[in-house]
């Protein structure tokens, strides 16, 4: 088979996984929740209005600490917010399947593990030089 024949099949295989299809499900989820959508849009206009603040040759410090003060508030509501966290955790595992899969690519190419663990797990006598 050929390399790009095996990649596409890969892809697929990736596509179907449950780590994939719940990732995009959450993402889904996020981008038409509208309280959450409108808690980002606000935060895109404090943060425009921020950038136009230190834009001025005189900088009022009252108006910036009131947008920073807001956007630090919007910040909390968002990443409190069950489905960000559902997003963040499905993106989370999506992200450590595809380090496993380019970690065994990498392993069957050059024979050399990369360390995508935490090292303590394997007191660092996995044969890799840590560089900390």
Do not use: W
């Amino acid at each position: 088979m050929e390399i790009m024949e095996l990649a596409t099949a890969l892809g697929q295989a990736i596509k179907a996984d449950e780590r994939v299809t719940s990732m995009n499900a959450a993402m889904e989820a996020y981008n038409t929740d509208e309280k959450l959508q409108s808690l980002m849009l606000e935060f895109n206009v404090q943060q425009t209005a921020l950038q136009e603040e230190y834009k001025k040759p005189e900088l009022d410090q009252a108006i910036v600490d009131s947008i920073e003060n807001r956007m630090n508030d919007l910040v909390a509501q968002i990443t409190a917010s069950e489905v960000y966290l559902a997003a963040a955790e499905a993106q989370k595992k999506m992200d450590a399947l595809m380090s496993e899969v380019y970690a065994e690519i990498e392993f069957q190419i050059t024979g050399r593990r990369p360390c995508s663990h935490d090292c303590s797990s394997c007191g660092s006598d996995c044969g890799e030089h840590h560089h900390h």
